[in-house]
């Protein structure tokens, strides 16, 4: 069983609800990290040239640390968003591959300058879109999220002949709505008849979505293997379509195509992925990556996926007896790992279902948010309802002082 291949949470009976905030830590990660120390202690300097294959031992397969980000992306990345080999790397987050799509050279041409995205994107992507603006001759066209969820008319209607990039996340990181497959297809194929691109921010369906890159036909993937990827910080990758041409101005000299003759100017590497790279790698969090990957492909994401929609289901049942509001989607092709619900003083049920030791989060004190993934049981899904209930039907959470935080993680 998948849930005896994590550390679960203590205290013994404690309910982990927060994939999507940071999955549980493989079993095979202190191992790894072991390997790490060791390889660093034997072979030093060497280790950047050649490393036992800690990943792949049964391969026979070369790897050493400089080109680890590929490796890890041909053969865990890959295979997880049906990728073919040689357009995946490993990322250390999303803001800088972001960083690397919005400085392309390729990416703006003449009157070809607008970026359509919504106001519901993550800021790694937000932000950063409207500080290139500030900087390049960028068109923002943000279009707001309804209650009802992203405006998918009005976001179509948006792409035109000066469309250079459409960015949207696959997963909205408040809602948990997920865009669905046959949504993400109609938006490619128009900005690609128009001669743009179609990225796509994984980062809340990667690990708990069976769609794959080619299916849906988009440009560019990224996303983090920090949640139900159970990887940790450092974790992120991108996906690049073979034959879209890419060389981002912020490259450093690890992505540059012949890096130990110092050239006085950058050589684009000819591989583009190779270009996502910026200065030395941080190689430490790469014995960490992928180890929730290997779990989740060991036993198929089809059932990774109908694993979870049988727990979302489970819980979309539990709270309409229950008479809660439900933010999630109904629909299983828009719905995600995470399952939202409109409570009001949701911060304070979510402290006092911390003291039940069943960990839950809130987002703007009315959004309760869990997300039951492959090491929940469904009675560890009865007994967080039951609390639900009782608290909400007893107001026991009206009892409990304002919860005390020392940092923003709820
Ligand atoms: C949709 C989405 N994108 C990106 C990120 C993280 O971005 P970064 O790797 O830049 O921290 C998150 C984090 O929760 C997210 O929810």
Known sequence: MLRDSYFLPSPKHAVELRAFTHGLMPRTVPQMMHHFVEDWKSFGVDAWNHIPNHWKPESGEHVGWWTLPEYLGDHFIAPLIGAPKGTCILQPNVHWTVQCILSSRELLSGTRNKVILTDGEFPSVLHSVH?????LNIEVDCIPVTKGGIPREQIVSAIDHRTALVMLSHVGFTTGRKLPDSFIYEVGKKVHAHGGLLAIDG??????????????????????LLKEGSGSSGNAFVYIKNGVDLTPRTTGWFGDASPFDFNTSPVPHPEVRARFKGGTSAIASLYHAVEGVRLLLSVGLRSVR???????????DRAQKAGIEIRSSLKEEERSAMFVMSLPQAHQLSAYLKSKHIYTDSRK??????????????????????????????????????PITRGPVT
Not at 307 to 314: A, E, G, V
């Open 203 to 224: 980062y809340h369906s990667i690990g708990a979505s069976t769609a794959t890159v080619q299916e849906l036909d988009v440009d560019l993937y990224f996303g983090g």
């Open 131 to 135: 500080q290139w603006a500030d900087l």
């Open 365 to 402: 004190g009315t959004l309760l948010r869990i997300a039951p993934f492959v090491w929940n049981t469904k009675d560890e899904l009865e007994h967080t309802f039951h609390h639900i209930e009782e608290a909400v039907r007893k107001k026991l959470h009206l009892e409990m002082p304002p």
């Open 306 to 316: 109908q694993d979870s929609l049988s727990k979302t289901n489970y819980c979309i």
